[in-house]
Each structure stands twice: as C-alpha cells, then as structure tokens.
C-alpha cells in the first residue's frame, strides 16, 4: 500500500495517509508512527477532519468503502472550493469489496478518473493485538449478537435495537480479511451445541468467501473455527494468578498501536491520586528489556523468578550501558572524555531501557498490592476450586465447603469478588443445587441492576446440555500441572478453561465432527487455524493458546480480551460506565455496596429511594471535602479576625499618644 511509485511510477515516495475511523484503529494496532516514516509516510489525517491542501503530495486512502468516504475523496479532487485538487493524485485502498452504490458514485464523478492512480482492495478489517491474538467486531456482541440471534428469545433477552444480521456479516468480513493474509480460502466449522449466532456467522464467513478454487494452493490449508461464549461460560469469572490475566483484573489494559500496551492501574485508596500508566511494546529482540513481560505474562504472578529477572536485567543495564555507570558516579567530574563521549551514545538507549524496565516492575508490583489488599489469591483458589470442583489438595468441593468459607470469610472480600464468586456456583451447580436468589441474598446484597446477569448466564449454560462445558479429568490434570511447574501455591493457576481441548482434538486430528460440523466442504489436513470466541475471550484462554497452541499455528479471535466485570456488564446489560459506578461494584477501587460496614441505614434507604447505590467511600469522601472547606473558611476568618484585631489596637496606641 505504501510503496507508491511502483503503483503508478512516480518519481517521489512521499506520501500523506489518510484514514477513517476503522482503519485508523486497525493501523493503529499493527504499526507505528516510525514505521509509517520509515515507508514515506509525511502526515497521518482523518479523511472527516478540515484539511489543508498539499498538492505537492500523493494522497494514500485508506477507508471503509462506504458512500460518503466515496463522496469525500471527490471532494477533494474535483468539488474544490478552488477548483484546484488539494493532492497530487489519489491512491485508493478500501478494506472490504466496493459495493455498487460506492463504485457508483466515483463513476459519477465527472473529471475524477484522471486524478485515481491505484483503486485497490485490501482486506484488512481485523485489529492485531499481539502474537496470535484479534480482534474483530464490537465489544458487547455477548448481548448485541450472541443473546439475540434466536429471535424467539429477542424479548425477553434485551431491547437493544440491534440489527445482528448486519453485525455477523460485519465479522465475517473482518475474519476473511485476515484468512486473506494466507492465500486461501478457508473452510469453516462452527461448535453445533451453542446459540444459532455462532452457525449464523459460520455460513455468513462461507458464503463471503466465496467457492474454492482448484487451482489453489493446498500447501497452506486454512480451517475458521466458530465458538461462542457458550462453550466456556465461567472461564470469564474465574480469577488466575499469572501475571498478565492478574494484572488485566485488577487494573486496565489498553492495547496500542504495534502489539504494546497500555496500563492504568486504579487507586488503592480514596485519597489515592491518580496512578500513573505504564507502557509496554514488544519487539522481536531478546535482548529488549520489553521481553521481561514477554517471558512471565504467564507465570505464576509470586513466582520468585520475575523479581530476580528484574533484578539482573537491572544489574546488567549499570555494568553495560556508560549512561547508567555515569549516573551512579559519586564524583562525576573524575568521569574520563571516552566514558563522556559514551555516556552521550548511549544516553537515549538508557533512558529507554530504565524506562522499560520501571514500567514492568511498577506495574507487577501494582497488581502484587492489589492481591494481597483484596485477597486475590483466596479468591483464585476459591473460584478455582470451584471450577474445578476439586481444592488445591485434590479433595472435591461441595456447596457445604463454599457456604462455610462464605460465612467464616465474607467480610474479607470486596462485593465484586462475592459476586463472581456467586455467579461462578451458579454455574457450576455444586450438588446440583442452583443458588436460588433467597440464597445469594443471604451473602449479599446483590444490586437490582446486575441480577439479570444470573439469568442470562443460566441462558449460556442452557446452550450446553449435560455441562459439556464443566472440566473433565483430563483438563484437571493440566491445571494440576501447570500449577506444579509454576511452583503456584495453593494452586492459583489451576483452572485450564476448556479451549484447552479444542487444541488438544486439533493436535491428534480427532475434533469430532459431529460436535464440530463443516459448513461445506470439509479437509482434514489444515495447517492454520482461526479460533473466533463471539462473545470476547478471556486472559485466561489467551494464557492456554500461547502456551500449547504456537505449535500448531493456533490463532485466538473475538470482539475484544474481556476480563470479569466486561463479562459481568453484558449479562446485565450494564452499558455505561456510568451504570457501572452506580451498582458500587467497581472492580478494585474504593466503593462498597450499602450492606458492608459503617453505612448507616439512612443512607441505604437513600440509596434504595434514588435507586441506586451509594458508596461508603464516595461519602467520606465527600464528608472530608465539606470539613476541608470549613476549616479553610474558619481559618481565613479566624485570619481577618487577628489582622482586625491588630488595627484596632494600632488605632487605640495612637489616641493614647495623643
């Protein structure tokens, strides 16, 4: 797309990008502004913004073929206000098929046929996260696509006013566009016990992609696979204990541009101020200090080795690099004119590599706080054992077990860690006994607008008859293992969600196809495979991909990586962040629900009557600002009293005098 003169032989490379919102995030999750610079790239703009005319550049577009991006790149070539075009020539690169009605519209535009270097398609309409990660389609497809595809159950499940036809078409294309990447086209399964979204998107990528050709290439077989959140609807709430999924729980990860990422941690305390976020990126070099997170983002989050990693990769950063010796010099001015000229050389790749290296040991030791505050590790081993039906100990787990731990631990853990405790024995039935409502109130006070989620998880579980989705031995085992080999204790690692067997039957060529049917045509010889979890997949489920599916050419896609409160949102149908803050369940920060102690029943009923939650914290807060404000006011008059007080006295002297 970039290499400009080979489309049209022009004698400059240099180039402006023009993008629209699609395609700008898409770019923004595969490249950089030094990748971009580095193929000619002068300016990135958006092709909806007010821009200033460059005739003395090419224009790159890439945008979604829509009607009105048609009408916006005419714009800029022939309805000028000065009649003149803003750009030297238009290279147009569209990232699905050009439908008629766009096609039409360039064809109308008299005089535009002649500014059109390249009119190109280029399927690109999935975003990269990093290694064998995706994403394509929205974040809420749990409710907007999944829920919603059985029309009978449209009612009584939501009242969104969502076209899901339109959506699963929408992924479709954005699934093909990176099938693309590999020359083929591919066949298609769908997982036949699960909601008809998950047939309905596997017929939608069939019949997008069109008939396989003859002629093709079988060197490089690709197979879709479609699941939907149905397949492993508790793997979501459970919590694991290695350090990327532990960090995505108990803070935020924002995916960048390039594969790096972004996290923002929450406050531990009311008066907190707001934490600083950390940045990552992920190059190939093992050398880059980057690659610590690269290492242990699936280790065991208490793992001794990951401080001691940091600890060498600091020591090594001091006994190598003339910046960092420098710098730790007691008396700089003995420093020699070579190690000055070095300390100059070496300067910047310092302050990256300390940079990076804060980065991960602030963001580790975050999530290390946030454990041992919130009682993490009680909550994976709870919610594991649970999962697992199994403790760490091998013993089987029984509602009995679940009800003492409640009763004797209740008040250790926040009220979002009860709830995904509940939800989870929701689930899994232990003793065949669902939680009744009377039941989890009896823990807790379960906001009004978060009980739906029980219900519409008991629609996921419905999916699958006979809990084809609860553990079997043979995942057990595997947690068992892994949790061995992470010297994990009390197992915090434990819980192998059930992809773990879908790369397993891939592995032997044993994925059955009467639970896996093909659309159509069918081969058992692929070489790479496209996972796609509607619904969003988990940390977790990543953790399961990367650590036995890089053999096998496994690649890991859905709406978005959703940790528990994303999940949590959409079974409630919670759409704001706004109604979030409202249950008082926000994750790890500083709310409570109105049932824990020190909220005075006054305040519950208020609660109650505004309908609402109001947090014990926010009052504090609030409580505190008021009295800093008084005692600031009384300080000031107190202030004017005394300076009053001195005149007066001043004024009394005098008379006196006189």
Not at 17 to 34: M, N
Not at 149 to 156: P, T
Not at 426 to 451: F, G, N, T, Y
Not at 467 to 494: D, I, L, T
């Amino acid at each position: 797309m970039f290499n400009v003169e080979s489309q049209a032989d022009l004698d400059d490379q240099a180039a402006l990008l023009i993008l629209d919102a699609a395609t700008l995030a898409v770019l923004d999750s595969c490249t950089t502004t030094s990748d971009l610079v580095s193929h000619g790239i002068v300016g990135v703009q958006k092709i909806y913004d007010s821009r200033e005319p460059l005739p003395q550049y090419p224009a790159i577009y890439f945008v979604e073929p829509t009607v009105e991006n048609m009408e916006l790149i005419i714009h800029d070539f022939v309805d000028t206000p000065s009649g003149k075009p803003h750009y030297k020539r238009a290279f147009i690169f569209v990232n699905n098929p050009l439908g008629r009605e766009a096609m039409n519209t360039l064809k109308a535009a008299s005089g535009l046929r002649a500014h059109i270097a390249a009119l190109t398609e280029l399927p690109a309409s999935y975003k990269a996260v990093y290694g064998p990660f995706f994403t394509a389609g929205e974040k809420d497809h749990l409710r907007t696509v999944l829920l919603k595809a059985d029309d009978d159950e449209v009612k009584d499940i939501d009242a969104d006013d969502v076209d899901s036809s339109e959506e699963i078409d929408k992924i479709a294309s954005d699934i093909l566009s990176l099938c693309s990447q590999f020359g083929s086209v591919p066949y298609v399964r769908y997982q036949r016990e699960s909601s008809p979204a998950a047939k309905k998107l596997a017929e939608a990528v069939t019949r997008k992609a069109g008939p396989r050709s003859s002629k093709g290439s079988s060197d490089l077989r690709t197979t879709v696979i479609i699941l939907d959140r149905s397949y492993d609807p508790i793997a979501p709430l459970v919590h694991d204990l290695t350090l990327e999924p532990a960090c995505a729980d108990v803070q935020s990860i924002e995916w960048k541009s390039g594969g790096s990422m972004t996290i923002v941690p929450e406050a531990l305390q009311p008066n907190e101020k707001p934490a600083k976020k950390y940045h990552f990126r992920f190059p190939d070099a093992d050398n880059d200090p980057n690659q610590l997170w690269n290492r242990f983002r699936y280790t065991f989050l208490y793992h001794e080795e990951i401080k001691t990693s940091y600890s060498k990769a600091l020591r090594r950063l001091k006994e190598t690099n003339a910046a960092a010796q420098y710098l730790t010099m007691n008396d700089k001015d003995k420093a020699s004119t070579s190690l000055m000229s070095s300390v100059i050389q070496q300067m910047q790749a310092y302050n990256e590599t300390a940079q990076a290296l804060n980065s991960f040991f602030h963001a580790f030791e975050n999530s290390i706080a946030k454990a041992e505050q919130f009682q993490l590790a009680r909550v994976a081993d709870i919610t594991q054992s649970m999962a697992t039906m199994k403790d760490y100990l091998g013993k089987s787990f029984s509602l009995e077990r679940l009800s003492e731990i409640l009763s004797n631990e209740k008040d250790n853990f926040t009220p979002f860690d009860l709830l995904r405790i509940l939800l989870v024995a929701h689930a899994m039935q232990l003793d065949k006994k669902p939680l009744s409502a009377s039941d989890r109130a009896r823990i807790m006070r379960i906001p009004v607008a978060v009980e739906p989620a029980f219900e519409q998880l008991s629609v996921l579980i419905n999916m699958q008859p006979n809990s084809k989705w609860q553990p079997n031995s043979a995942r057990v085992e595997a947690g068992q293992a892994f949790a061995q080999e992470n010297k994990a204790m009390n197992g915090g690692v434990r819980f192998v969600p059930r992809i773990w067997e879908l790369l397993q039957a891939l592995k032997s060529n044993t994925l059955d196809e009467s639970a896996f049917p093909y659309v159509s045509d069918k081969s058992s010889k692929s070489r790479v495979f496209f996972v796609y979890m509607l619904g969003g997949y988990t940390y977790s489920e990543m953790r399961i991909v990367a650590t036995y599916g890089a053999e096998m050419n496994v690649y890991l896609g859905g709406s978005a990586p959703i940790t528990a409160r994303d999940y949590i949102m959409q079974l409630a149908g919670i759409k704001s962040e706004a109604q979030w803050r409202a249950t008082g369940l926000s994750k790890y920060g500083i709310t409570n629900l109105p049932d824990c102690p020190g909220v005075t029943e006054a305040r519950r009923a208020m609660a109650d009557k505004a309908g609402t939650i109001v947090a014990e914290e926010e009052v504090k807060l609030d409580t505190g600002a008021r009295k800093d404000k008084k005692d600031k006011k009384e300080k000031k008059e107190k202030k004017k009293d005394k300076r009053e007080k001195k005149y007066r006295y001043e004024d009394e002297d005098d008379e006196d005098y006189e």
